[in-house]
Nanobody
Framework: QVQLVQSGGGLVQAGGSLRLSCAASGNIVSINDMGWYLQAPGKQRELVATITRGGRTNYSDSVKGRFTISRDNAKNTVYLQMNSLKPEDTAVYYC??????????????WGQGTQVTVSS
């Protein structure tokens, strides 16, 4: 059984920093793209950042220059370093991974979500 387990998050003042981690475990053959998404109250889930297995990154305009996504392929882990946080970054953050288990096609898996709250 595959699991994506998130850690990090919490409450921080505006201008502060937080680091999120997401570790994939289970009978995994390979992981392709990994990413982070956020969902604010009453809104749809939206992209924050993605990273390919080779390290190519993509960011939403709202976080460019403030957030950094990275991954450790040996640990099946993706990170999100969040700097210069703003109150509008407040949301539940979810990690995502496109991965394969034996005898199955590529499937996206999601972490359990973690609350990030930025106070003004």
């Amino acid at each position: 059984q595959v699991q994506l387990v998130q850690s990090g998050g919490g409450l921080v003042q505006a201008g502060g920093s937080l680091r999120l981690s997401c570790a994939a475990s289970g009978n995994i053959v390979s992981i392709n793209d990994m990413g982070w998404y956020l969902q604010a109250p009453g809104k749809q889930r939206e992209l924050v950042a993605t990273i390919t297995r080779g390290g190519r990154t993509n960011y939403s305009d709202s976080v460019k220059g403030r957030f950094t996504i990275s991954r450790d392929n040996a640990k099946n882990t993706v990170y999100l370093q969040m700097n210069s946080l703003k109150p509008e970054d407040t949301a539940v953050y979810y990690c995502n991974a496109d991965l394969r288990v034996p005898l199955r096609p590529w499937v996206p898996y999601w972490g359990q979500g973690t609350q990030v709250t930025v106070s003004s």
